[in-house]
């Protein structure tokens, strides 16, 4: 295998940058008391509150899944139904998770380009007080989308003003969070807590972390227990200065922007190049660190076998290439070289 | 706060050996497709079938309640039981995941030393075919237990033995497995898989490495589904390599033993250094890396300021002290002047 | 109140039928063990045997919803997905029950007059093998549908030929079976497990029975455990003689077949008197005892005033009567001429 | 069979008391519509609310284990406990439907005589606070308990108190609550809610009602989204009024009051008669409806044979006898006499 080999099949291929493994080395330090009451642990939890309020509850998981399964628990019942996109990672990716550990319903609302909007959510606000049906609860939607594209600042308003309104509360899932604020460039708390989300799932992983994603809690009334949650989800890491040494670098000299930044202007980079060949045309807005392409079939096998990536649909050949917080230019420029060779273009 | 300060709360307070933070830093190269299909996960797992045989199956995981978990719902439906010591992690110390987890009742057995034996065991063996009773459907044993003893070979045999004459399955929960198979100078094969066992937890955090954990299925009928499982456990790691490197590491040159095999001889000192204090007590035999140890009540307080560990029974004043791979000579020596130190007597 | 009065609302509405009622009066002589090991549940079974075969399973259960969630429980595990119309009982009203009962995910797919078809099935049965995805476990039909129309023998083999071959299995919802096997004009073995159905709920309380449901297990693999997930379900009835004596009046001198003949009859007197009426207009085919019909919106409330019904879709105008076995024509006629008296029509 | 055969197996073997008849008959005019909405189930809630106070919620289910997990569902989360005897119906004889239906760990305390007591429940009162732990939620008591035994007003008090002092609801399984009722000569309200107790199974089923339990919310918190949770738990009856109408027949004339002591006089009887017999001891103190004795063991099974019932502990010979509304002092006395002949005493 090449070791420095990098590709576009997505940004959780990409490793972990030098400098969260070198807080890594940092934190292995003697012994240090396990399951969050350590000092690394509150450190990284006042980075959160600094960029969030004092006023929040943050916990540390594992992954993208166990995260927006806790901030569901904390934020339905069983007989209440979570409002989401066809598209949303925690309808489609997550093996049903979502209902085996909340045992609620998941209703679905068709995307646009990855997002919901109100004119059709609200068909899906029915049923309030009939007995036979799952009551709305709560809505989620992925900041930036499983698509790439990003919410506005009026479109996730629209969205939280609704769901108060008819007393629903509102999830982001943002595993991806970084890329988004990057784009909006606007302050994490502006887009979210602002906006009006209740509850944030904050992904580390998918921009240069090894290991670690987050739950916010913005509402005082969801976070009363919230540790008992986490450990009954499995979700309760022993040695956690591990993970709080990493958001302590993820957020010590604005890491997560300059990750977030590369990658995203990564895209936009291959989003260029891509505009010259004619064969391809982009699928979805490149807003993010996602381009989404509508390849001839024809080269789609051939090209994977030379730098893999996956097929988003196959009926309409559309296929995904994630950027990643290590992506430099001459990869850009390299693959887009193999791909122009796959379409046999003169170079 | 010193950052070479080592205690005795728990082995999951100390770190990460270095040779497993090396493979970390070299598994650090260039993308990897995730999820588990990279080569640093196969190489792994043939290192566990090189110890426990080819015509098994392996799941890594985060942590041992999310092993658990995934072992009993493989084991178990919903309607059945499963028996356990009443020490039994999974019953104590797990905030109920299992139970959530599964929907499975949890009978509880009357531990000897932390042990469960046959004729405790066939107690709970009734109602089989009565409708209104959760029907026995496993029993899990801790290897080492909760209390640091130790299963010999006979008394597994005699347990899976009766569970397999009832057609239950058995469970074994090895968060410390090394230190069992050290103890026992045994193979792991040989006093698990060889010795009737169905599914194991095999821990690697509490001895050396950083996270990591996994679930190994001897049994090929129970293993059907268990990638499902796992993903709707919430237990599935993107960077899969990075768990897998760990295992690498914690299996290349024998680390596991040798981790292991340190902590255990330093808790053997450490009750040895203790069977000179009159004035102190061990409750349970040191068979492993824990010593139990029945203190004065006076200086149990003043103890922990000086080196936290946990009481594990207020009531009769029995403490908890863990040694750990890390855990070194003057380590000991310097607890035992702290404790004497404490109990006022001459130095 | 007036006592004799009878409407359209739903066909749970209607009481009990005499006979039904005598049988119940018969049973109440002296005592009978409970549970299910009485006589009168042995005579009952041994009627759907002879209905459905001897090598059957059937379990006596209180309603639906309840027989609904006892066979997905016996189908699918939570890591698989339940196939069914969005219009099914099961997805829209049952609160989700399913979800939380199974922990499965339900995907839905788009109905046509309530029946789902294979070229739209065929869509929900992807990512088999990947890990992310809920596993498609099986399809669920309901036999009437919710828009009362009725499959035929070979829509039904299309469903569960396209399952099988895919390795699902196929649940038919038969809250109203009785009505479908009248409007077939087939035995009720013909229309379910000889085309292929694995697991059947069978409705006995819409059509004159005070309580009483079933679940008829055709595949001996799927009904091992039942009994314990009939408990756990809460759906165990103690004094089970009292189901099983008006299941063995609903199958002597086919008192099944009188009732659904009438109630279908009379849809179809109510379906011909409404063709007369310019103003209205039916909604779906008639095929059962349901008559779905898009009145003027004007009307609407005061005709509910004079005779309470459901509103199915307020954004269309469609409502839903339903005939029940006690319907008399001259109840239709009354109806109708309520109808016509709202319509400001002369009489 | 001979029909008017009556025993001594269980209260759930005997029928239905002819006015609970009558009054299913006379319910039986024309439609009503369903779930609930009914005027009958109006009147029969009033009735409930007569005895226990205005401001309560009741919900009307099919049975105990029904009511039981409803009464969890609105009482704990997940990750909390429930504290009850090990003898607890719910504990013991609901094939475990509790756990899977709340996710709650259950919690066993020693019984004595089938009651639990503050010293031993405040064993269990551990871990507040201590994320590993499942969290002390709820205490369930039986009234009457499983060994037929009443709990006194001061006892009941005694536990709310140590219940509501750490800031836990209180459950009652009121399965035979009529029996309790009789026993203590109290009114239902005086040793329920007015001795603190939260929520209360009620029974109706082993007291001459054909089916029929509720459960009651004392405290407006807990009752807010109950509909629901019926719903879910699959306890919603479409025919509610043939419910209601059993309760309406059951309050009025203080039918249950007559029944319950019935059957509570006719076990004292019984009592009494068996004190003459030497070879026969009581095992627990005859406070309701049920009778425990111990048999000599040669003559269980052919007594068996005789009159049916359960033998409660094999290992100490206990078997369980009981009293039903229906039974009669000539009943008591043929037991009696066969109890002798199988003893080979002379007559």
């Given at each position: 295998m090449n070791k420095t080999r990098k590709g576009f099949a997505s940004d959780n291929n990409s490793g972990v940058h030098p400098l969260i493994m070198q807080s890594l080395i940092s934190a292995n330090q003697g012994h240090e008391v396990g399951y969050g009451d350590d000092y690394l642990t509150k450190q990284a939890i006042s980075l959160f509150k600094k960029e969030f309020g004092e006023d929040i509850d943050v916990l540390f998981v594992f992954n993208g899944t166990g995260a927006n399964v806790i901030a569901l628990s904390c934020l339905v019942s069983s007989y209440q139904s979570v409002i989401c996109a066809d598209t949303a990672h925690l309808y489609v990716d997550e093996c049903g998770a979502p209902e085996k550990q909340t045992g609620s319903k998941l209703l679905i609302v068709k995307n646009n380009n990855g997002k919901i909007e109100p004119e059709e959510i609200i068909?899906?606000?029915?049923?309030?007080?009939?007995?036979?049906h799952s009551q709305p609860g709560m809505i989620s939607i992925s900041q930036v989308t499983e698509m790439g594209t990003v919410y506005t600042l009026e479109e996730i308003r629209a969205i939280t003003d609704l769901a108060h309104h008819y007393g629903l509360y509102v999830h982001m899932d943002g595993a991806r969070l970084a890329n988004a604020a990057v784009a909006l460039n606007l302050p994490y708390k502006t887009f979210t807590r602002d906006a009006g989300i209740d509850v944030l799932s904050f992904g580390g992983t998918k921009n240069g972390m090894m290991i670690g994603e987050s739950v916010l809690f913005f509402n005082p009334e969801l976070s009363k227990n919230i540790k008992y949650i986490r450990k009954q989800t499995t979700q309760?890491?022993?040695?956690?200065r591990f993970i709080s040494a990493q958001f302590i670098a993820y957020f010590e000299n604005d890491l997560w922007k300059k990750n977030a930044n590369n990658s995203n202007k990564m895209a936009k980079l291959l989003e260029k190049e891509l505009s010259?060949?004619?064969e391809i045309k982009i699928a979805?807005?490149?807003?993010?660190n996602a381009v989404f392409a509508i390849l001839p079939k024809r080269i789609i096998s051939e090209l994977q076998k030379k730098s893999f990536f996956y097929v988003w649909d196959e009926s309409t050949s559309i296929v995904r290439w994630m950027a990643s917080f290590d992506t430099k230019e001459e990869d850009i420029h390299n693959f887009v070289k193999i791909i122009k060779k796959c379409l046999d273009l003169k170079l």
């Amino acid at each position: 295998m090449n070791k420095t080999r990098k590709g576009f099949a997505s940004d959780n291929n990409s490793g972990v940058h030098p400098l969260i493994m070198q807080s890594l080395i940092s934190a292995n330090q003697g012994h240090e008391v396990g399951y969050g009451d350590d000092y690394l642990t509150k450190q990284a939890i006042s980075l959160f509150k600094k960029e969030f309020g004092e006023d929040i509850d943050v916990l540390f998981v594992f992954n993208g899944t166990g995260a927006n399964v806790i901030a569901l628990s904390c934020l339905v019942s069983s007989y209440q139904s979570v409002i989401c996109a066809d598209t949303a990672h925690l309808y489609v990716d997550e093996c049903g998770a979502p209902e085996k550990q909340t045992g609620s319903k998941l209703l679905i609302v068709k995307n646009n380009n990855g997002k919901i909007e109100p004119e059709e959510i609200i068909k899906q606000l029915t049923g309030f007080g009939f007995q036979h049906h799952s009551q709305p609860g709560m809505i989620s939607i992925s900041q930036v989308t499983e698509m790439g594209t990003v919410y506005t600042l009026e479109e996730i308003r629209a969205i939280t003003d609704l769901a108060h309104h008819y007393g629903l509360y509102v999830h982001m899932d943002g595993a991806r969070l970084a890329n988004a604020a990057v784009a909006l460039n606007l302050p994490y708390k502006t887009f979210t807590r602002d906006a009006g989300i209740d509850v944030l799932s904050f992904g580390g992983t998918k921009n240069g972390m090894m290991i670690g994603e987050s739950v916010l809690f913005f509402n005082p009334e969801l976070s009363k227990n919230i540790k008992y949650i986490r450990k009954q989800t499995t979700q309760l890491y022993s040695k956690m200065r591990f993970i709080s040494a990493q958001f302590i670098a993820y957020f010590e000299n604005d890491l997560w922007k300059k990750n977030a930044n590369n990658s995203n202007k990564m895209a936009k980079l291959l989003e260029k190049e891509l505009s010259h060949i004619k064969e391809i045309k982009i699928a979805y807005p490149v807003e993010s660190n996602a381009v989404f392409a509508i390849l001839p079939k024809r080269i789609i096998s051939e090209l994977q076998k030379k730098s893999f990536f996956y097929v988003w649909d196959e009926s309409t050949s559309i296929v995904r290439w994630m950027a990643s917080f290590d992506t430099k230019e001459e990869d850009i420029h390299n693959f887009v070289k193999i791909i122009k060779k796959c379409l046999d273009l003169k170079l």
